[in-house]
Every structure is written in structure tokens, then in C-alpha cells.
């Protein structure tokens, strides 16, 4: 599908769909975690300063559930994409698990940070995190007790590398779309970014909020589509 003569430079942005049928939640569909939780109270700077104890409960459950999952075909399919595309390649993830790294994938962006990663509120320093954080974990680098938190971007925060991300959509030639409702900015606004100069496709189960934006749209799951689309 995708040929390899002239290797046009491909942006790829996933998300929560696209780790679905590992058996992890997506946010907005049926038992979705925005259904389980408020925003606001896990998912915002206010949320965690007003009870941090439940924010990180919220994400330790998040990361211990990352030993009972696997990459799937379509995870697989990206990571195998980027080891041997010869142009110029970057998988833009909205999620936080570590799925497409255990995948194999390196060109790689976790625009709205890992749940394997925990930041210091003192030295600012991002150290990569196994178990809980909890409201007397030890930063690694400074020390300090009592101010790590996950490295998470919640709502009103700036996503991470959107430089890299915005250099990437400047000269990309094919933006491809996978498993996101369009809901959340920046990464909603991409497609509008590319429109025009770049060929735009989407897959995903249900067409998403920006989907008329897209020149083609494939409809089903993830690990069916994706392993097609890049073979
Ligand atoms: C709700 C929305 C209206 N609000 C925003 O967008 C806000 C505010 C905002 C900014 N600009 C705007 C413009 C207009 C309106 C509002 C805004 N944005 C922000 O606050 C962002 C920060 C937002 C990040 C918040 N953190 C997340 N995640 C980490 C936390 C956590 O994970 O707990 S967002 C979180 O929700 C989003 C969930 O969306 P999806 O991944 O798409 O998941 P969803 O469940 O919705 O959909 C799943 C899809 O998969 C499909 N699917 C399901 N199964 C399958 C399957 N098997 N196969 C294929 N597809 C499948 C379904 O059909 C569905 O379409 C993801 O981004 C995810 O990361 N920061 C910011 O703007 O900073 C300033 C700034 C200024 C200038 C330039 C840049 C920045």
C-alpha cells in the first residue's frame, strides 16, 4: 500500500483505539475511562494540587495494568514500518501506555507523556518510573520527598515535543490516522495542519469528529486495518 520508490517523509498519530484490542480502555466509548472518572479530577494540574493521593491512584492503576496487556497487530505492523521506511517517519501517540515502544517503535513521540515516566515538581527533572508513585516518593535525582508526579500531560498543559511534532507535519507527504476521536487539541488540529499538501488517511472503527477533513477513510478495527494499509 504504502511504496517504498521516492519514500515520502509519513506522520502517523494513534490513539486510544489503537490499543483496544490489547485490552486496554479507550476514554469516550461505551465504559471508557472519562465514563468511570471527571477530568477534572485526574486529568488537570487543579484536579491533582486539590487531592494528589487520588490522581495517583488513578494512574498507578493505569500502569500496573500495562503487565497484563501486549502490542497487537497494528502496534506491531507501525513498529515494523519504521524499521524499514528509508524516508523520513514519526508515530505520534496520544496514548500512555508503553505499547508501541515494546512494539519496536523508535521514531516515536508520546505527545501527552508515559505512564512509565514520573516528573520531580523541585529539580523538574523526568526519571523513568516501574511501580506506584505516591505521595513520599523520592525523586531520583534531586532527592526531594513528597513531589513527584506522573509525567502526564493534562488538560491546559502543553503537549510534549510539538516542535519535533510541527517540523514532522511541515514536510510530511502522508498523514495517516489511527484509532482517535478527534476530540482532543492539539492533536485534532493535525489533519487541518497536512490538509492539501499531504495525502490523509484514516482508520478507525467509527468515523471521527475530523473525519470529512480526511482525503480516505477505512472503517474496522486496528489490527486488521493497519497490518493491510502498511503492507
Ligand atoms: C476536551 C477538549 C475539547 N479539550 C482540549 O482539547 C484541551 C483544550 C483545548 C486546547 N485547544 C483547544 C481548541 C479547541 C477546544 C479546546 C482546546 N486541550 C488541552 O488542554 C491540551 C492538552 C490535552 C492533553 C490532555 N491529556 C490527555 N491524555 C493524558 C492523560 C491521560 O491519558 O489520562 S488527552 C487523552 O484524551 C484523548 C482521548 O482521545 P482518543 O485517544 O481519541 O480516545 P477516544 O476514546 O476519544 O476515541 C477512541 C477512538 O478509537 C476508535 N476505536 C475504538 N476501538 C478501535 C479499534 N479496535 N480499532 C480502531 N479504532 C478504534 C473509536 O472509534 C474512537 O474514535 C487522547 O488525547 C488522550 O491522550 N493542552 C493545550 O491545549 O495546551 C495549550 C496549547 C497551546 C498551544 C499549542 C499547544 C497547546
Known sequence: MVSTDAAPAI????GAGISKESGLATFRCEGGAWQQVRIED??????????????????NARRAQLAEVTPNAAHLALAELDRHWPGDFLLITQNVDDLHERAGSRRLVNMHGSLRRARCLGCEAVSPWEGNTTLDSRCPA???????RPDIVWFGEMPQQLERIYAALGQCELFLSIGTSGHVYPAAGFVAEVQGRARTVELNLEPSKGASLFD???????TELVPEFVA
Open 142 to 148: 534531586c532527592g526531594e520527598v513528597g513531589i513527584m
Open 11 to 14: 506522520v502517523v498519530l494513534t
Open 216 to 222: 480516505e477513510v477505512r472503517q474496522g478495527p486496528a
Open 42 to 59: 485526574v486529568a488537570t494540574p487543579e484536579g491533582f494540587s486539590r487531592n494528589p493521593q487520588r490522581v495517583h491512584d488513578f494512574y
